[in-house]
């Protein structure tokens, strides 16, 4: 099966959206170096600053968090087959198992498992989501399962909660319903 989305610009890429209420904005800078994809994310309201390395697989390598220190307030690594540890080494068992990074304060993250996993329309996988809150700094892992409802659609199911999520060529997430507006 050949991949379902454009291969991003050799020279980066750049995408916004805001928040359903106007309350944030996130401008995601995603660029080509070191053999992988870096995602680098700017939110205003919550004044967060992320960065997921990806391998070119879109498997995800590091996540970074910034809140108010100049060096990272939560910094993630993974060896890409679910074993996380954190900046000094020290082995994460309880997010053992995670594949994709998930951050309620950016659309971005859905675009990790939608260009990770080729999906054809009417197909479904499952995977486990290391999610991230923001203020508390707490990690916990979420089984989700992802379904590819049209050429451009997807829907999203975690803990009984789904969202339909339409992207663009690339994968990145337009519109979000009560969540997220492309700029």
Known sequence: MTAPHDPFPADGHTARWTSWDGSSTDTLTLTWDNEGWTASGVVSGPDVHYVIRLSPLWQVRQFLLFRDLDEPDLWLGTDGNGRWGEVNGAHRVDL??????????????VTIPVRRLVLGVGDEAATVTVEVDVETLGVVLIPSV???LAEQRYEFVRSGYSVEVEVDRFGLALDIDGGFRRL
């Open 146 to 148: 992802i379904r590819r």
């Open 96 to 109: 053992d198992g995670g594949i994709d990074i998930g951050l309620a304060i950016t659309p971005f993250t």
